[in-house]
């Protein structure tokens, strides 16, 4: 059977089932009949295809011909992990040398630096206590932030494509076009960065994530079609073979689905008090300690540190040679436990028990059986400690699987990156953040949410 007929088939199989899906169209009626969702869905609409139409404009002196396939660095995005990874989120971009080549990368590295330093630095502490003059003043940091980075990525990234393939500048590598090419991409990401920003105040939000996701997922079309062609051209290969992958890759969205919106509830008792005629407090409330607060920080730092070894090809060959390999043993025991570390590293950074004692201390509330001060900190800390062991498990196994898909189960490395690691926890919680961003909108307006069962839950 054609390899494009088996898509076209899957295709129309899953277009004929939302098609029958009463509740979904149902729903998709009802946001069209609000006019404030119905402009803010449109405007998003058409600021992400703003941005995908700016992945495939080339930086002016490169020639897009010598970058195809079969080229030097065409291999260099397939082989190298780091790279290919970056090339999934930019959405092709960095593959095609475009204006917007560098993603938002620089701005998520820079938005890292500053939250550590917001741990760390008196200075960058307090404006995180200023409240929301304090939160313009740390977003204007990271933006300077993210321009420094820019300028130390562009000329790499320029020198690193050079070095692959010469051929393709065709006014040659000098200091004038590599200035000249590194304003243009330090131009291409504070776009990208500004469209974020419009879509999260006048579209459907979070509009960084949303970039990023879109980036991912403009490249599964093309990873799919490439795993088809490579069951249907090997001997090997078979359609029960693809559908067995596709079953896997559902059951693996189902269990991520369920680890993002995994949380432990924990009840707080508010004390009642009076305030003019008014009664306040004497309702029990709850706070949901996500078992993965950390979400996909921990994949992130640990990737970064597993192409340490790299540097170490002539001084220890064997040692780096141990660590080259993504499918190898020791690379993908070394990511888990790496993984597994910075769970608990991150978590203890962004969960501070002292912090949210002293809130409910200050607001009169308690966790019944618990006293306050003290006791409420260990009690916190306790329960963030054992629900974090498992949630650090499972994201470690979600850091792997791609590396298992693709060794046991002979799954290409660009869509074997959908079965795990970053691309799926991003896509997965960005898909339900912008569900529960337009279900409010739904609610607020007396509609239905968007599931049968009532709301989307776990997601606070």
Known sequence: MNQYLVVGIVFAVVVALLATNKKLVETLKNIYKIEELRKRVLYTIGLI???????????PGINPNALGEGSAYASQ??????LGLLNVFSGGAFGNASILALGVMPYITASIIIQLMG???PYFQKMQKEGESGRRKMNQWTRFLTIGVLILQGPA?????????PNAFVYGNTFGFVAYATTILIAGTMFIMWLGEKITDKGIGNGISLIIMIGIVARLPHALLAEV????QTATGSAIMLIIELVLLFLVFMATIALVQAVRKVPVQYAKRIVG????????????????????MPIIFAQALMFIPALFTNAAPGFAAAFSSMTGFWYNFTLAVLVIAFTYFYTAIIINPQMMADDMKRNGGFIPGVKPGKQTVNYIDTIMTRITLPGSIFLAIVAILPALAM?????QQSFAYFYGGTSLLIMVGVVLDTLKQIESYLL???????MKTGRIQGRH
């Open 49 to 59: 295809l703003i941005y995908r139409l700016g992945s495939f404009v080339v930086i």
């Open 77 to 82: 995005l397939e082989g190298n992990g780091l």
């Open 119 to 121: 741990m760390m630095i």
């Open 157 to 165: 990234y320029i020198a690193n494509l050079y070095h692959q393939v």
């Open 229 to 232: 062609n490579a069951r249907f």
């Open 277 to 296: 005629n008014k009664q306040y407090g004497g309702v029990r409330q709850y706070i949901p300690l996500k078992m993965n607060a950390a979400n996909v």
């Open 407 to 411: 060794k046991f189960l002979g799954i």
């Open 444 to 450: 607020m307006r007396h509609y239905d949410g968007l």
